[in-house]
C-alpha cells in the first residue's frame, strides 16, 4: 500500500513540476542501464598513466583548488601525453578558467581553447563572477589562442584535420558529448591522434555513463575498443595503440601512494 501511495505522490509532484522528471532520467542507474543496452559487449578497461609510462614526478601548474577543478592527475594526464606522443597542436573545448590550457602550453607548440563566449553566459544567467573567471591562467601565455563560439554552431571548417591531441571538456551532456566527439575526430591531423574526455568518470573510480554513452555514440565502432578510463582520473582517452590495461576495479585497496607538496604560487 505504501508504494502506490509514494507513487500516487510521485505521479501528482511530476506533473506539477515536470522537471523533476530529469532527475529520474539523469539517474546513474538509469543511465547506466541504458548503456549497457546500447553497448551490451562494451568493456570499462582502465589504463594507468604511472604504470604505463613511469611516471615518477611531475608538477601541476598553475592549479587554482576551486569549485569545479579537474583533479590534477587530469592535468597530469594532458602533460603526460603531449610528452609520450610528442603532441605539437592541441585542441580543447571548453576554457573556463584556462587551467587545462595552461597546463598544456608547456609541452606543446600551440594551444587552441573553445568556450562559449562570455555574453552568451550572461544571456544564460551565469554569475559575472564566474565569468570573470574565464581565461584567468591562460590569457597571457602567448602560444595559446582563445576562440569563442558554441560547439555545436562554431565553424570548425579553419580548423580540420591539424590536432594531434583533442580534449573534450564542454558540456557533458550526452548529446553535447556526443556531436563534440564527432567534431573531434574531424580535428584529428591523423588517426593516431588522441582524445580525451573529461568527466567520463564522476570520481577517481567511477564510471560515468552519461558522457561515457556520448564518446560511444560518437566513435565509429571500430573505435570502442580503444577507449579506456584513466586511473585515478575523470578522464577517457582514445589511443590508436595497442596499450596494457586492466578491467576496472573499484572500492580497490590502493596500490600505490603519492606525496603532494602544496606551494602558493
Ligand atoms: C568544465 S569547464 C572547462 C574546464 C577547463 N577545460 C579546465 O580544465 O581548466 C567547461 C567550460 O565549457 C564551456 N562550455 C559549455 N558548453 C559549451 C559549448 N557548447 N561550446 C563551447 N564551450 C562550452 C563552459 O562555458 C565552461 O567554461
Redesign the pocket.
Known sequence: MKKIFKLLNAIKLIIQRPALLNLILKDEQFVKAQFERSYPAFQLKEIDLFELWNVQKITITPYAFLS?S?LATDFALLKILCMQYKVEKYF?????????AANVAQHVQEVYT???PDET?QQMGQSRAYIAS?RHFSKDIPNIKHLFG???TFDFQPFLSQFDLIFI???HSTK?VERDTKTALSLRRSEAAIMVW?DAKSDAEYPRFEVLQGIMDGLPKHMHQNVYLVKHTLCAVYVPDEIIYKMIHINEVPSREFKITIEQQ
Open positions: 569545479g579537474s580543447e573545448i571548453g576554457t573556463w578558467r584556462g587551467e587545462s573553445l568556450n562559449l553566459l574565464h558554441d560547439s555545436a571538456d564542454g558540456d553535447a573529461h
